[in-house]
């Protein structure tokens, strides 16, 4: 299956339902269904500082290491003037991601909570769950 890692809070954001775009600086070409898995890595300092940001989530319903929920890739938009001046009026979006000039809006559709998170340690870019592996290094 094919998984993308995200910094909480905004992989729980789209577990949530609150996002659902994901912003990023490269695009991508692959369309379909999609993991969302909130890596161990601790909140950045100016993140938490982020008020408006943080109000979104409990700090304590936070996932760190799990895969936690899956949606559906539909499309990559390039952010251009007109994509971004659109962007802005829907402010809770726009606090849940980096909008500039130059970067990709992943969209995100179907989102759906897994019953149980799966353990597994992240990598960047989108990447392959192998559910085998997983199982040894757990034990």
Not at 14 to 20: D, N, P, Q, S, T
Not at 37 to 43: D, E, L, N, R
């Amino acid at each position: 299956m094919k998984v993308l890692s995200l910094t909480e809070p905004y992989a729980t954001l789209i577990k949530l339902g609150k996002k659902k775009i994901e912003t990023r600086s490269f695009k991508t070409n692959y369309r379909g269904e999609l993991y969302i898995h909130a890596s161990s890595t601790k909140i950045p300092k100016e993140w938490k500082n982020n008020k408006e940001l943080m109000s979104l989530v409990d700090v304590n319903d936070l996932n760190f290491g799990l895969i936690i929920c899956k949606c559906k890739l539909v499309d990559c938009v390039y952010m251009d003037e007109e994509f971004l001046d659109k962007i802005k009026k829907d402010k809770l979006e726009f606090i849940c991601g980096d909008y500039r000039l130059g970067r990709y809006a992943w969209i995100l559709e179907d989102i759906e909570v897994l019953d149980k998170p799966i353990f597994a340690k992240g990598k960047l870019g989108i990447w392959n769950y192998e559910e085998d592996k997983y199982i040894m290094e757990e034990k």
